[in-house]
C-alpha cells in the first residue's frame, strides 16, 4: 500500500486561504469516506483536525474544512495565523492488507 | 483528559526484541480501540497495528506481520506493542492513539508524546 500523494509544502500569508490536497485512489480515498487530516508540530504529537472527510472535533477552530472529490481529498485553512504553520498528514481507511494509510505529509509555512 | 503515556524505547541490535507500553488514563480503557503508528525520523507518519477493545481483533501492517505482537492488558490500563526481529528501518517514534469513538477504527483520535526506538549495531 503506497502513502497518499499531498504536495510537499503549501504557503500562504497571514489571513489567507490554503488548501492542501492529499490524492489516493479508488481503493482508499475515492472509495470510502474516511479520510482524516492531522497537524503535527515539530517535536509535537500529532492532532486530529477533521475526521470522515469534513467532521471537526470538538475544540478544533472552524478555520480547518474538508472536503473530497473523486479521489482526492483536500484540506482547507481559511484566516491563516502564524500557529496554523506545522506539518499536515491526511489519511483513509483501505481495502488493501494494511488497512490504514497516511499521506505524505504537507508542511505549511505562514509568511 | 485524555492521557497516553508511551515507555520502553531505547536502543537495540537489529535482530532483537523490544516492548513498548502506553499508559492510559482519563477514559474507560477497556471500552476503546487502540492502535500503534510510527514516524521515521524526518519522515512521515506509518500505521503499525490495531487491537479491539477486548483484546479479541488485532491487524498489522504488512511491514510487520509476523515480527509484532499488540496485546493490552484492561487491568492495567496498558497497551503493549512487542517488537520482535527488529529492523534498521524499524528505527522510529512509536505512538500510541486512541479512537475517536469505538465506532470509528480509522480515526486517531487521541496521540500520546510518543517512545523513541533506535535499532543500530
Known amino acids: 500500500q503506497s502513502a497518499l500523494t499531498q504536495p510537499a509544502s503549501v504557503s500562504g500569508s497571514p489571513g489567507q486561504s490554503i488548501t492542501i490536497s492529499c490524492t489516493g485512489t479508488s481503493s482508499d480515498v475515492g472509495g470510502y469516506n474516511y479520510v482524516s487530516w492531522y497537524q503535527q508540530h515539530p517535536g509535537k504529537a500529532p492532532k486530529l483536525m477533521i475526521y470522515?472527510?469534513?467532521n471537526r472535533p470538538s475544540g478544533v477552530s472552524n478555520r480547518f474544512s474538508g472536503s473530497k472529490s473523486g479521489n482526492t481529498a483536500s484540506l482547507t485553512i481559511s484566516g491563516l495565523q502564524a500557529e496554523d504553520e506545522a506539518d499536515y498528514y491526511c489519511?483513509?481507511?483501505?481495502?488493501?492488507?494494511?488497512?490504514?494509510?497516511f499521506g505524505t505529509g504537507t508542511k505549511v509555512t505562514v509568511l | 483528559q485524555v492521557q497516553l503515556v508511551e515507555s520502553g524505547g531505547g536502543v537495540v541490535q537489529p535482530g532483537r526484541s523490544l516492548r513498548l507500553s502506553c499508559a492510559a488514563s482519563g477514559f474507560t480503557f477497556s471500552s476503546y480501540g487502540m492502535h500503534w503508528v510510527r514516524q521515521a525520523p524526518g519522515k512521515g507518519l506509518e500505521w503499525v497495528a490495531i487491537?479491539?477493545?477486548?483484546?479479541?481483533?488485532?491487524n498489522y501492517a504488512d511491514s510487520v506481520k509476523g515480527r509484532f505482537a499488540i496485546s493490552r492488558d484492561n487491568s492495567k490500563n496498558t497497551l503493549y506493542l512487542q517488537m520482535n526481529s527488529l529492523r534498521d528501518e524499524d528505527t522510529a517514534v512509536y505512538y500510541c492513539?486512541?479512537?475517536?469513538?469505538?465506532?470509528?477504527?480509522?480515526?486517531?483520535?487521541?496521540w500520546g508524546q510518543g517512545t523513541l526506538v533506535t535499532v543500530s549495531s
Open positions: 489519511s483513509s481507511y483501505t481495502s488493501s492488507s494494511t488497512p490504514y494509510v
Open positions: 487491537i479491539s477493545y477486548d483484546g479479541s481483533n488485532k
Open positions: 492513539a486512541k479512537l475517536i469513538a469505538n465506532n470509528k477504527w480509522h480515526v486517531f483520535g487521541y
Open positions: 470522515d472527510v469534513n
